[in-house]
């Protein structure tokens, strides 16, 4: 099982990015998914997460209202939208998986993890 984000890129305040992560090597629909971002110098956190069928989901305060999390099973895909992006969303975004699980976007509940995708907003 293998997860792979994608939709990273360098944007002004204000703008808006979509992040992917699509999986390969099992059904997602198995899976509890979260994003998660990690600045530097600081400790990775969960950014929002959403349940196996999506009718749960959970957002950090720092972006409830400005990010939105969804999910495609037939197409193996979990977005997060982010709109009116900040400076201090700029981090590596990860999204990760957990077998089952619930939507508590606790980094350590969460054992699959594909590679990170750099998200910069500039001021």
């Known amino acids: 099982f293998q997860l792979q984000a994608s939709g990273g890129g360098l944007v002004q305040t204000g703008g808006s990015l979509r992040l992917s992560c699509s999986a390969s090597?099992?059904?997602?629909?198995?899976?509890?998914i979260g994003w998660f971002r990690q600045a530097p110098g600081k400790e990775r956190e969960g950014v929002s997460c959403?349940?196996?069928?999506?009718?749960?989901?959970n957002y950090a305060a720092s972006v409830k209202g400005r990010f939105t999390i969804s999910r495609d099973n037939a197409q193996n895909i979990v977005y997060l939208q982010m709109n009116s992006l900040k400076p201090e969303d700029t981090a590596v975004y990860y999204c990760?998986?957990?077998?089952?699980?619930?939507?508590?976007?606790?980094?350590?509940?969460?054992?699959?993890w594909g590679q990170g995708t750099q998200v910069t907003v500039s001021s």
């Open positions: 959403i349940s196996r069928s999506g009718d749960s989901t």
């Open positions: 090597g099992s059904a997602l629909g198995y899976y509890t």
């Open positions: 990760a998986a957990v077998f089952l699980g619930t939507p508590d976007c606790a980094p350590q509940n969460f054992g699959s």
